[in-house]
């Protein structure tokens, strides 16, 4: 009888305990997912610029692989540019979805895992939510999925609130991907303007200001013209000698949006650094122009000879 009541008991406590301890237990990559910022019909867009007076996206001989918008009577300049997909002189419905995304994490920032300063030079980071400040970026950051494909940053870059402040900027500034990481789960909220030089960026950015990228490679989308004041009157985005690739459209953006099927290894020549190996590299460099190589005749395996 007494071994009957002990075992009742024990079974009370375990069916207790056990849905309790599987709570504890929730994957951090399903926590991390839902830090990503829902786009909606922005996603997609390789440049997407408005603003309270007007946007304007300027392409100089660069490589633009995905959509591009404005907002009427934003004007779109292209001078030398091959670009791969649409491009729309009118759209609303997009920035007005890119606003909303923006001014979530304006006016609703969720809680930093940490805060970053420096130059984030020689820095490895897995799944979080990211406070940045505005120090000039250099060197190479590391972001490390740990195996997760779906695994997501999102880096808040200055202030929050009514009068945001802060700018990112990098100068040959590395973003490299490991163990899983996708491009397209990473996201840059910047309160003002965004600029890169000779830079290999990836993540979608979301700036309150211009955004800037001259020379190097950005995998992601480029947002502008988010803050909505007379701080930012116009969202501005210019490409210049770069090579742009957007993340694929999802109409929703966040945790549905993993996947970025354009930024996979090329074995061809002359496509400069692709932040992962290729395999048959025969020096595993960010670059894959295998040795002796030139466009139409690519480097071998084995090497030179």
């Known amino acids: 009888m007494i071994r009957k009541i002990f075992r009742r008991r024990l079974i009370n406590r375990l069916l207790f305990v056990v849905p309790f301890v599987a709570l504890l237990y929730i994957p951090f990559t399903?926590?991390?997912?839902?830090?990503?910022?829902?786009?909606?019909?922005?996603?997609?867009?390789?440049?997407?610029?408005?603003?309270?007076?007007?946007?304007?996206?300027?392409?100089?001989?660069?490589?633009?692989?995905?959509?591009?918008g404005v907002v009427a009577p934003g004007t779109f300049t292209n001078t030398g540019c091959t670009i791969t997909g649409t491009v729309d002189t009118n759209a609303t419905a997009a920035y007005a979805d890119f606003l909303g995304a923006y001014g979530a994490i304006q006016f609703n920032p969720p809680p930093c895992d940490q805060t970053l300063t420096g130059t984030l030079a020689g820095v490895t980071l897995t799944p979080g939510v990211y406070c940045v400040d505005a120090v000039a970026k250099t060197g190479t950051l590391t972001l490390d999925a740990q195996g997760n494909a779906n695994a997501t940053w999102l880096f808040i870059v200055g202030t929050t609130g009514n009068v945001p402040t802060g700018a990112l900027t990098g100068t040959s500034f590395t973003v490299n991907r490991i163990h899983g990481a996708e491009s397209c789960n990473v996201y840059w909220w910047v309160a003002e303007a965004a600029t890169m030089t000779t830079s290999f960026f990836q993540g979608t950015i979301l700036a309150g200001a211009d955004i800037?990228?001259?020379?190097?490679?950005?995998?992601?989308?480029?947002?502008?013209?988010?803050?909505?004041?007379?701080l930012a009157p116009t969202g501005a985005v210019t490409f210049s000698n770069s090579t742009v690739l957007a993340c694929q459209a999802t109409g929703g953006g966040g945790s549905n949006g993993g996947g970025h099927e354009k930024d996979k290894c090329n074995q061809g020549v002359g496509n400069g650094p692709e932040g992962c190996d290729p395999g048959n590299s025969n020096n595993h460099n960010p670059s894959n122009d295998e040795g002796g190589g030139k466009p139409g005749a690519p480097g071998r395996k084995g090497g030179k000879g």
Do not use: N, R
């Open 30 to 68: 399903g926590l991390a997912a839902a830090f990503a910022p829902l786009l909606g019909s922005a996603s997609g867009f390789a440049a997407l610029a408005g603003g309270p007076a007007t946007g304007a996206v300027t392409c100089t001989t660069s490589t633009v692989t995905g959509d591009v």
């Open 212 to 230: 800037t990228t001259t020379g190097g490679t950005f995998y992601g989308d480029a947002l502008a013209g988010g803050t909505g004041t007379t």
